[in-house]
T-cell receptor
Framework: DTGVSQNPRHKITKRGQNVTFRCDPISEHNRLYWYRQTLGQGPEFLTYFQNEAQLEKSRLLSDRFSAERPKGSFSTLEIQRTEQGDSAMYLC??????????????FGSGTQLSVL | GQSLEQPSEVTAVEGAIVQINCTYQ??????LSWYQQHDGGAPTFLSYNGLDGLEETGRFSSFLSRSDSYGYLLLQELQMKDSASYFCAINQAGTALIFGKGTTLSVSS
């Protein structure tokens, strides 16, 4: 168990640029989640996958955000035409869902995005 | 929609006991989870309550009352390393975990 890995740890970009983050979940986990967190707030749900299927996307999520999990393993989150309001910590989490209600999420250390 | 309320800050001294309350509103409720996050770190799972009552894990306990839409996290024998943010989160039917805004716990000597 190597844990959830996210790259890069930090990303500084100029407004209007596109950015892409990568998440490698715990290998046997079938679910993968993306959350966003700003200072003093809790993680805000963005989207999640079960295997390669994207099952839910937050209604608050702009069309500039897209996520993929092409082979049910790693995932990428892309933000197009970044805005200063996109500055946040982007957290990835994975879990092994076996149909029960006690779902335990394992989080990565996150990617800190700063949009200048 | 869903909502969770928890205090924004709690302070305590080493060795003390502290309780962090969480009230929630949602439909399709399965249970309440608690996560801990140290500054600069990732959230880590602490406990889950699917049924009413108290769940104990070492110095930490968590309680749920479904009828009151209320839960709490109880931390005993506080240590400096317990200084962190604590989040309650709703486990719901067919959707992802929804987190509260968090409670910052400061433990002093």
């Amino acid at each position: 168990d190597t844990g959830v890995s996210q790259n890069p740890r930090h990303k500084i970009t100029k407004r209007g640029q596109n950015v892409t983050f990568r998440c490698d979940p715990i290998s046997e986990h079938n679910r993968l989640y993306w959350y966003r967190q700003t200072l003093g707030q809790g993680p805000e749900f963005l989207t999640y996958f079960q295997n390669e299927a994207q099952l839910e996307k937050s209604r608050l999520l702009s069309d500039r955000f897209s996520a993929e999990r092409p082979k049910g393993s790693f995932s990428t989150l892309e933000i197009q035409r970044t805005e200063q309001g996109d500055s946040a910590m982007y957290l990835c989490a994975s879990s092994l869902s076996e149909g029960g209600t006690n779902e335990k999420l394992f989080f990565g250390s996150g990617t800190q995005l700063s949009v200048l | 929609g869903q909502s969770l309320e928890q205090p924004s800050e709690v302070t305590a001294v080493e060795g003390a006991i502290v309780q962090i309350n969480c009230t929630y509103q949602t439909s399709g409720f399965y249970g309440l989870s608690w996560y801990q996050q140290h500054d600069g770190g990732a959230p880590t799972f602490l406990s889950y309550n699917g049924l009413d009552g108290l769940e104990e894990t070492g110095r930490f306990s968590s309680f749920l009352s479904r009828s009151d839409s209320y839960g709490y996290l109880l931390l005993q024998e506080l240590q400096m390393k317990d200084s962190a943010s604590y989040f309650c989160a709703i486990n719901q039917a067919g959707t992802a975990l929804i987190f509260g805004k968090g409670t910052t716990l400061s433990v002093s000597s």
